[in-house]
């Protein structure tokens, strides 16, 4: 595979429509007092952002990666930047339940891209 555009341009994508969606998603969850509606349109425009990176990500990275590969990538990238947004954000520590689930999501992550199992 090597490390050339259509390899790497999907991951760094990736990251990046990750870290505006976690804060979409999570981000309004320090102010719960404020209005609903204003919390769901403030998300929706950060949102935006994330699909102009993930759509051509996941065009580019058609290129070379499976649609179950690319979406373990994004799955993966989505729980690594949740973990360090939860700490930095919101002040969350990591313990030994969150490394051993990461474990095995990483495992799962082993499996997509080992191919079939003969």
């Known amino acids: 595979?090597?490390?050339?555009?259509?390899?790497?341009a999907p991951i760094g994508l990736l990251l990046a429509s990750n870290i505006f969606m976690t804060f979409a998603w999570y981000g309004h969850l320090k102010?719960?007092?404020?209005a609903l509606w204003?919390?769901?349109m403030i998300s929706w425009g950060i949102a935006f952002f994330e699909y102009w990176l993930a759509v051509p990500a996941n065009r580019i990275g058609e290129a070379v990666y499976?649609?179950?590969e690319l979406k373990t990538i994004q799955e993966v990238i989505s729980l690594s930047?949740?973990?360090?947004f939860t700490v930095f954000y919101f002040g969350?520590?990591?313990?030994l339940?969150?490394?051993i689930g990461f474990g095995m999501i990483?495992?799962?992550?082993f499996f997509i891209f080992k191919g079939p199992i003969k």
Request: without cysteine.
């Open 1 to 8: 595979m090597g490390f050339n555009f259509a390899t790497l």
């Open 31 to 34: 102010w719960p007092t404020s």
């Open 38 to 40: 204003m919390a769901v």
């Open 66 to 68: 499976s649609p179950s």
């Open 81 to 84: 930047v949740f973990a360090v």
């Open 92 to 95: 969350e520590k990591l313990t």
């Open 97 to 99: 339940n969150h490394g």
């Open 106 to 109: 990483a495992l799962g992550a």
